[in-house]
């Protein structure tokens, strides 16, 4: 059975020998050592000047949007995974949906500003699959109108653009370390932004606003455990070497898959790093993914649809924008398995298997 990812788990004694030290000093949460060094850590690694350890990467950006007073209309990408859509409707904030770029599938920065209306106050966009979204073009946009910019980093960790993190750009990124993540903590997330006056807000925001023994702001519960920060300090040493694993089987794919029928989303010119955080492709049309799926699925093989559907087609969005590039993408795009670990016998049999598929497939 090869699923679309597998999580990585450190050596367990190691784990363990981390897990002596909660015993020894029983405190299990609320911004223990662990977390504190976890945080510390991850300064280092990715350059960032602030930067905060929360429960997953959907709560940090509803502590985003509700830190920077943001209740009315924010631009946003259809293509994303729906909490990038679920946290602006949960917020009170109405989402106004700019289609994406053919080539990459990031918000396409030309469409958002006819969109803009005394009611926007920010952009909320999706670095797709690790790559960056127009950075530089959204950023005058924010500067002219003055808006806020929120990047929905989820996929970003370890990828650089312009030789400095991914997650280092706009007022704050965020970022998922959930268990199917490049990095991980089991559960987690966290938020970056170089503002040190946000980021002290988020860090009362996370524990129910508390401060010493008083409550100065409406707080919500966002921390960490220090069982969920032992497993990223197993697993953020690692990191260089997951995404060189990654690296091959993306050659691999590259190399095996027959692209006469397969479209791939391009990177970023700027991207200096790549994290190969999924491996997806577009086929011809949705008949085609369909029977794709079908075959996988015989041979014990679960690719996933994702992003799939286009989040301005959800039911519980109203007065959606049309996205028609988004609408087809989501439609046709298939994340084929990728994970530290998994056969080269395997990922040709899944090449094989796909090629075949979309040969014979009546578009
Ligand atoms: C995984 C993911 C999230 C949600 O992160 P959690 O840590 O699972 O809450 C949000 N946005 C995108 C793009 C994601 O891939």
Same mark, same amino acid.
Request: glycine share 4%; aromatic share 10%; with cysteine.
């Given at each position: 059975?090869?699923?679309?990812?597998?999580?990585?788990?450190?050596?367990?004694?190691?784990?363990?020998?981390?897990?002596?030290?909660?015993?020894?000093?029983?405190?299990?949460?609320?911004?223990?050592?662990?977390?504190?060094?976890?945080?510390? $850590?991850?300064?280092?690694?990715?350059?960032?000047?602030?930067?905060?350890?929360? @429960?997953?990467?959907? &709560?940090?950006?509803?502590? #985003?949007?509700?830190?920077?007073?943001?209740?009315?209309?924010?631009?946003?990408?259809?293509?994303?995974?729906?909490?990038?859509?679920?946290?602006?409707?949960?917020?009170?904030?109405?989402?106004?949906?700019?289609?994406?770029?053919?080539?990459?599938?990031?918000? *396409?920065?030309?469409?958002?500003?006819?969109?803009?209306?005394?009611?926007? $106050?920010?952009?909320?966009?999706?670095?797709?699959?690790?790559?960056?979204?127009?950075?530089?073009?959204?950023?005058?946009?924010? *500067?002219?109108?003055?808006?806020?910019?929120?990047?929905?980093?989820?996929?970003?960790?370890?990828?650089?653009?312009?030789?400095?993190?991914?997650?280092?750009?706009?007022?704050?990124?965020?970022?998922?370390?959930?268990?199917?993540?490049?990095?991980?903590?089991?559960?987690?997330?966290?938020?970056?932004?170089?503002? *040190?006056?946000?980021?002290?807000?988020?860090?009362?925001?996370?524990?129910?606003?508390?401060?010493?023994?008083?409550?100065?702001?409406?707080?919500?519960?966002?921390?960490?455990?220090?069982?969920? #920060?032992?497993?990223?300090?197993? &697993?953020?040493?690692?990191?260089?070497?997951?995404?060189?694993?990654?690296? #091959?089987?993306?050659?691999?794919?590259?190399?095996?898959?027959?692209?006469?029928?397969? $479209?791939?989303?391009?990177?970023?010119?700027?991207?200096?790093?790549?994290?190969?955080?999924?491996?997806?492709?577009?086929?011809?049309?949705?008949?085609?993914?369909?029977? @794709?799926?079908?075959?996988?699925?015989?041979?014990?093989?679960?690719?996933?649809?994702?992003?799939?559907?286009?989040?301005?087609?959800?039911?519980?969005?109203?007065?959606? $924008?049309?996205?028609?590039?988004?609408?087809?993408?989501?439609?046709?795009?298939?994340?084929?398995?990728?994970?530290?670990?998994?056969?080269?016998?395997?990922?040709?049999?899944?090449?094989?298997?796909?090629?075949?598929?979309?040969?014979?497939?009546?578009?």
């Amino acid at each position: 059975m090869i699923n679309v990812t597998k999580s990585y788990l450190p050596d367990l004694d190691e784990y363990t020998k981390l897990l002596k030290g909660v015993w020894e000093r029983v405190h299990l949460t609320n911004d223990g050592p662990l977390v504190r060094d976890l945080e510390e $850590q991850m300064k280092a690694y990715l350059g960032v000047k602030n930067l905060r350890f929360c @429960t997953n990467g959907t &709560v940090v950006m509803q502590l #985003a949007l509700k830190a920077m007073g943001i209740t009315k209309e924010v631009i946003t990408t259809p293509f994303s995974y729906v909490a990038t859509t679920n946290v602006l409707l949960w917020e009170g904030c109405t989402p106004v949906f700019a289609d994406i770029r053919t080539d990459d599938f990031t918000i *396409d920065a030309d469409l958002i500003e006819p969109l803009i209306t005394e009611n926007t $106050q920010a952009i909320l966009a999706t670095h797709v699959y690790g790559n960056a979204c127009q950075i530089e073009a959204i950023q005058a946009l924010a *500067d002219r109108y003055k808006l806020k910019v929120i990047y929905d980093g989820a996929h970003a960790f370890g990828a650089e653009y312009n030789n400095r993190s991914l997650l280092d750009y706009g007022d704050a990124s965020t970022c998922s370390f959930h268990a199917t993540k490049v990095f991980h903590t089991v559960e987690g997330g966290c938020i970056i932004t170089p503002d *040190d006056a946000l980021a002290t807000t988020i860090q009362h925001y996370r524990t129910f606003g508390h401060r010493n023994d008083d409550y100065f702001s409406m707080g919500i519960n966002a921390k960490n455990s220090e069982f969920h #920060a032992a497993m990223g300090l197993c &697993v953020l040493p690692k990191v260089p070497e997951l995404i060189e694993a990654r690296k #091959a089987i993306f050659a691999q794919y590259d190399a095996q898959l027959d692209f006469s029928k397969l $479209q791939r989303p391009t990177l970023a010119p700027g991207m200096t790093q790549y994290n190969y955080a999924y491996y997806p492709v577009v086929l011809e049309s949705e008949q085609a993914l369909l029977r @794709t799926v079908e075959v996988l699925k015989g041979d014990d093989i679960t690719p996933r649809r994702y992003f799939y559907p286009s989040l301005n087609t959800l039911p519980f969005v109203k007065n959606a $924008q049309s996205c028609p590039v988004s609408e087809d993408i989501a439609r046709r795009v298939l994340c084929l398995p990728l994970y530290p670990g998994l056969a080269e016998a395997d990922v040709e049999r899944v090449c094989r298997l796909v090629n075949e598929a979309v040969a014979e497939a009546i578009v």
